[in-house]
């Protein structure tokens, strides 16, 4: 069956960095553009980066442009978020997520930005 395991968040300080990975089966990881979102507390979901099938074209959220750098391994089938100079505001849990597809969802992990 489909699944889209996340992992890597955890507790960061201010400025810290921390990479997520999402290691993904069940369907042609190589043919799907993939996508970050996550979802702060209280808050709806928000769409944070995107990369094409390839790997060769990335998107970002305004805020997290400079900072964030989305990349794929399709021979791992695995989806990564590098996520430098990290701001109380990136505090929320992070999914992987196939959204221009039929829409596979991992369960999330949480990253929390503190000092």
């Known amino acids: 069956q489909v699944q889209l395991v996340e992992s890597g968040g955890g507790l960061v300080q201010p400025g810290g960095s921390l990479r997520l990975s999402c290691a993904a089966s069940?369907?042609?990881?190589?043919?799907?553009?993939m996508s970050w979102v996550r979802q702060a507390p209280g808050k709806g979901l928000e769409w944070v980066s995107d990369?094409?099938?390839?790997?060769?074209?990335?998107y970002y959220l305004d805020s997290v442009k400079g900072r964030f750098t989305i990349s794929r391994d399709n021979a791992k089938n695995t989806l990564y978020l590098q996520m430098n100079s990290l701001q109380p505001e990136d505090t929320a849990v992070y999914y992987c997520?196939?959204?221009?597809?039929?829409?596979?969802w991992g369960q999330g992990t949480q990253v929390t930005v503190s000092s």
């Open positions: 997520a196939t959204l221009y597809g039929v829409g596979y």
């Open positions: 069940g369907f042609t990881f190589s043919s799907e553009i």
């Open positions: 990369i094409n099938s390839g790997g060769g074209r990335t």
